[in-house]
């Protein structure tokens, strides 16, 4: 119990009608730090008063005796501790809910700057968004007047509604609506799915139906396509809303609209002299700003008018006024406020010359009809823009290239004159040379002058750090200005080889889960998108997107984004096969690899089968023995799927051998745990625990904390299987302490349900039930569907044991369904055990004894393995017991006669016999 904190916490609650005493909590607590559980001794305090106890609690000798006496007493550093902070249990049902006013999971964007006023508008709006009838509120305004900060604000007033969490989805670098399931999915923290796919939907719908939560989606003017998505998630989940910021109405049923004015002005006409400038909202946030930039900037008698004049000129909106008070490091308020009227005075009309399309478009013209305030943010942009000097400005359009954060690197690379050998070259205006020594004190420049934001490394011990990014209204403006250029087609070519230069150079640190590369990569997602796009653009540029997919697919799969990586596969196979030059290449054979790894996870294993075997033939013409072992990787781990151990274990063994000549140590570490999970499902205990060291071995070696977490979890198997129930727990702590750590959601679902295995057979059904529970959550949203049918089997057991028997035989129903959908018997046979036991218990022995028979013909052609389905095997032999006293001897052995061997092929079939003896629900015949 003690091992995941979402199960330790929901005890100390005292839910599910659990209540734990001093000396239980006290026990464990113990337990937990003898297990290593614990860094330091304040996470213990903190445990401690989290169950209503003290450090008292506790003798003085106690604290000085091991285990508590091995906690360091206190951090050296606030980066080395971390609270015991407990993440969310997704419920099973609605009534799981518990009375709790603050959420579980409250995933909102920290904010670098302070919100000045709209403490009204935040109060309004978070009541209004508490009503019952309010499900959808769409906050609308035009570009810089806020609606993000606040959204945020709105979010954060109104936790204490939403005792299920409030999470954020910011969907400005997302231009295609069928990502916006995913990058929901990837919010609510379960995983991520991209791409519009039926499943994802009818599992986020799942996941968020109990749930009393609320999502944030900010910036979704630019996918307003995908509104039905967010219709349908409102219909699937009662307790659900959703706050949007957007430049437009949704246009979808049940949507309350808000218009988000500019901040408060002080009435026209009055002067500084006759107002407070507190009281207006402008001046605060102008005067804020202001001091942010110099230091010893003053609100007086003698800038006060000019300031309020600045802030009626740009009408109260923020980022206008930002911008303008981000000068007073060089300019007074005078000099700014001269520079904005005469710009807008100018009859050059240079404010209103841009392309009237994208996020600036209403800002773009004196429009007849449309408010001047429409135009401002780009009036104020272009002053901005025409203050910089005229490297500056050849740097900002430039940096207009990039989607979301990037390198200080990154610009100097693709941004500075003269870029390559190529003939793609680029000049600045004036004869003046933008060279790389410049960039960095440009950036600088730009990020004083509030056009460009720094912000945090991710990757510190990386030379490649994301310290940079625009605003998106920003980036848009530059964009247009860009795309007008001579320099956008060259400037787009460098973009894209830069990032596919970053993926060639990621692929190795990629095959040993290299943390710090996964964190750097997943900041750059949005320009590794726009290279993808930039290379399916063309067909000259087919070989490099090959490339890129067969190199980038294991971040796709260890970010659990599996959809979108197969998406992505299908897409350049499929255009590779029309022009028809570039099947026979490595690249082609190494996407085909690619498509086989990621589809197998999804649980397709016809294409899993058909993509391999096709890479496996083309690596074999190109002598590619790296290749040709990953490919009968994946052709086992079809075969696994398949319960075909035999060929399972052949494959790797094949693999095994070719990896030991060409010393691929990551692949080779993955080959060894593989061989010791299947000897260790035979009891070849001894041998499996040789696997299983070594693997761990070369994996700590190589720093793979993933792959380590795996082999910890697998021997945390197999001292389950030895009937070492203490030394598996150790086990998988420590492998769900690393999973969590490099937050391995594919991991985390293998591990939960293995703890919920292991209080199953100790007969915690409470426990058992939270950890598969949570594991379902999981494994839905990652499509992950080998693990949804393991919790779904011990889940419907559960239920079995409660005597909760209609819930137990919609489970076993699911898992069934599922179980021959993707040619897995002994998921099969399992649910058939357990809708025998169900007939058995209603003295429907004839119909029990006919499911049995069943099963025994699918395990005479598909034997289980020692281990496998351990608890459902107990039921199934005392079933057969209760059977043969129940019908006699002479009956059942007459029925046992007839049994014939069920082969994987005639798996189908067993749907029709089954139909016979169950009534499916709807849920099984849709």
């Given amino acids: 119990m003690s091992l995941h904190p979402n199960v330790l916490t929901h005890k100390f609650k005292g839910s599910s009608n659990y209540t734990l005493t001093a000396s239980n909590i006290k026990e464990m607590i113990l337990i937990l730090a003898d297990w290593e559980s614990f860094t330091f001794q304040q996470q213990v305090i903190e445990l401690l008063a989290f169950a209503g106890l003290d450090e008292n609690s506790f003798s003085s000798e106690q604290w000085q005796t091991p285990p508590l006496s091995k906690l360091k007493k206190n951090p050296s550093s606030p980066a080395s501790y971390k ?119 009818a599992q986020l719908k799942s996941f968020l139906h109990p749930k009393l939560a609320l999502l944030v989606l900010d910036n979704f003017e630019q996918v307003l396509r995908a509104a039905p998505i967010l ?236 310290d940079f990014e625009l605003l998106e209204t920003v980036r848009e403006y530059l964009l247009e200005k860009l795309q007008s250029s001579q320099e956008f087609a ?85 255009k590779a096969a029309a022009e028809g030059t570039l099947t026979s290449t490595l690249e082609y054979a190494r996407v085909l690899a690619a498509g086989g790894a990621l589809a197998s996870f999804l649980g397709d294993l ?80 001894n041998q499996a625990r040789s696997y299983f060291l070594e693997s761990l071995l070369l994996r700590q070696e190589l720093g793979d904390k993933i792959g380590v977490g795996v082999t910890l979890n697998n021997l945390g198997l197999l001292a389950q299987h030895q009937g070492d129930f203490d030394q598996a727990r150790k086990l998988y702590g420590q492998s769900l302490a690393l999973k969590q750590e490099v937050d391995d959601k594919l991991g985390i679902c293998a591990i939960l349900n293995n703890i919920g295995v292991l209080f199953l057979l100790e007969e915690k059904l409470d426990l058992a039930e939270e950890s598969f529970v949570e594991s379902l959550a999981v494994s839905q949203a990652l499509g992950y569907k080998s693990k949804q049918m393991l919790s779904l089997t011990h889940l419907g057991l559960i239920a079995y044991k409660r005597y909760e028997e209609t819930k137990s035989r919609e489970y076993f129903l699911q898992s069934f369904i599922m179980a021959v959908e993707v040619q897995d018997p002994h998921t099969v046979a399992v649910a058939l055990i357990g809708l025998a036991a169900l007939r058995a218990r209603n003295n429907q022995d004839q119909k029990a004894i006919r499911l049995c028979a069943l099963v025994e013909g699918i395990s005479q052609a598909n034997p289980f393995p020692n281990e496998m389905y351990k608890a459902h095997l107990i039921l199934y032999n005392n079933l057969l017991q209760t059977l043969k006293i129940k019908l006699g001897i002479a009956s059942f052995n007459q029925i046992w006669a007839d049994i014939k061997p069920i082969p994987l092929k005639n798996l189908p079939e067993l749907v029709a016999k089954l139909r016979l003896l169950e009534t499916f629900p709807s849920f099984v015949d849709s």
């Fill in 606 to 685: 016809d294409l899993s089968q058909q993509y391999s075997t096709q890479s496996l033939e083309l690596m074999k013409e190109l002598d590619n023995q790296s290749g040709i072992a990953s490919c009968l990787n994946n052709l086992a781990l079809i075969a696994w799927q398949q319960r075909d151990y035999i060929r399972y274990e052949q494959l790797l063994l094949e693999s095994l051998n070719i990896l030991q000549q060409i010393d691929d140590l990551p692949a080779l570490g993955i080959c060894l745990n593989n061989l010791g999970v299947v000897t260790d499902l035979r009891g070849e205990y």
């Fill in 490 to 574: 060259t400037l787009q070519e460098r973009h894209a080889l830069y990032y596919i230069q970053l993926i060639r150079i990621a692929e190795p640190y990629l095959k040993k889960t290299d943390q710090s590369w996964l964190k750097l990569l997943s900041n750059y997602q949005a320009n590794i998108r726009a290279a993808l796009i930039w290379c399916g653009e063309s067909s000259t540029r087919t070989i490099l997107q090959l490339e890129m997919v067969g190199r980038f697919w294991r971040y796709w799969m260890l970010k659990g984004w599996l959809a979108e990586g197969l998406q992505q596969v299908e897409v350049v196979l499929e």
């Fill in 231 to 466: 219709a349908e998630l409102l219909t699937a989940a009662p307790g659900l809303k959703i706050l949007v910021t957007s430049r437009s109405l949704l246009q979808i049923y049940g949507e309350f609209g808000v218009i988000i004015p500019p901040l408060k002005l002080p009435s026209p006409g009055e002067s500084f002299a006759q107002t407070a400038p507190g009281q207006s909202e402008a001046v605060r946030l102008f005067c804020e700003r202001a001091s942010a930039a110099d230091p010893n900037f003053e609100l007086s008698v003698a800038n006060g008018q000019t300031i309020v004049n600045i802030c009626i000129f740009l009408e109260g909106l923020p980022l206008a006024i930002e911008l303008a008070a981000a000068w007073c490091f060089l300019l007074s308020p005078a000099a700014i406020y001269e520079r904005l009227t005469a710009g807008f005075a100018s009859p050059t009309g240079h404010f209103y010359n841009a392309s009237t399309s994208g996020r600036l478009g209403l800002l773009s013209s004196k429009t007849i009809g449309l408010p001047e305030r429409h135009q401002t943010l780009r009036s104020t942009l272009d002053w901005s823009f025409n203050l910089l000097d005229q490297l500056e400005k050849t740097l900002l359009c430039r940096l207009g290239v990039f989607r979301g954060p990037f390198s200080g690197e990154a610009a100097e690379a693709i941004c500075f004159d003269n870029f390559d050998n190529n003939n793609k070259v680029l000049r600045s205006e004036k004869e003046s040379s933008l060279k790389i020594k410049d960039v960095s004190t440009l950036l600088d420049s730009l990020v004083k002058q509030s056009l460009l934001q720094r912000k945090p490394s991710i990757a510190e011990s990386s030379n490649l750090q994301v």
């Fill in 83 to 201: 609270p015991l902070t407990p993440s969310p249990i997704p419920p099973a049902s609605a009534s799981a809910k518990t009375d709790q006013t603050e959420p579980s999971s409250f995933y909102l964007p920290a904010q670098l700057t302070s919100l000045v006023g709209r403490e009204e508008l935040i109060q309004k709006l978070s009541n209004q968004l508490k009503q019952t009838g309010v499900r959808l509120l769409t906050l609308t305004g035009v570009g810089g007047v806020g609606k993000t900060r606040l959204g945020l604000a709105v979010a954060a007033e109104s936790q204490s509604a939403f005792q299920d969490g409030i999470y954020f989805v910011s969907v400005a670098q997302i231009q295609d609506p069928s990502l916006i399931p995913g990058q929901i999915a990837q919010a609510v923290g379960v995983g991520i799915k991209p791409g519009l796919n039926t499943d994802l939907l």
